[in-house]
């Protein structure tokens, strides 16, 4: 599995942006679809979005659909999450993953990391 290690979370106001990324440890990524997910606080895990190893389809889930925006850096090797016009629902532990089959991420093959935390305050 490639060790994976999530950075950019942090506190903001309603409305604001933030860009998460994701950076392979150890080496490059494998040809897996990659997910982020996050964790509110009581809830589960849930996937937020997702893009297949081309790059060519990307996922969103209802509640972030038209803002967010996940992309693949190949120069840099990571996978980033552009999060715009954030809400307080938006707070949690952000995560991503390896998973299969598609950018839907029906299944998670990949480790959890540490996460980064996004707190949006009202």
């Known amino acids: 599995q490639v060790q994976l290690v999530e950075s950019g979370g942090g506190l903001v106001q309603t409305g604001g942006s933030l860009r998460l990324s994701c950076a392979a440890s150890?080496?490059?990524?494998?040809?897996?679809?990659m997910g982020w997910f996050r964790q509110a606080p009581g809830k589960g895990r849930e996937l937020v979005a997702g893009?297949?190893?081309?790059?060519?389809?990307?996922y969103y889930a209802d509640a972030v659909k038209g803002r967010f925006t996940i992309s693949r850096d190949t120069a840099k090797n990571t996978i980033d999450l552009q999060m715009n016009s954030l809400k307080p629902e938006d707070t949690a532990v952000y995560y991503c993953?390896?998973?299969?089959?598609?950018?839907?991420?029906?299944?998670?093959?990949?480790?959890w990391g540490q996460g980064t935390q996004v707190t949006v305050s009202s």
């Open positions: 993953t390896e998973c299969l089959p598609d950018s839907r991420c029906r299944l998670r093959v990949g480790g």
């Open positions: 150890g080496r490059a990524f494998s040809t897996n679809s």
């Open positions: 893009i297949t190893w081309s790059g060519a389809s990307t």
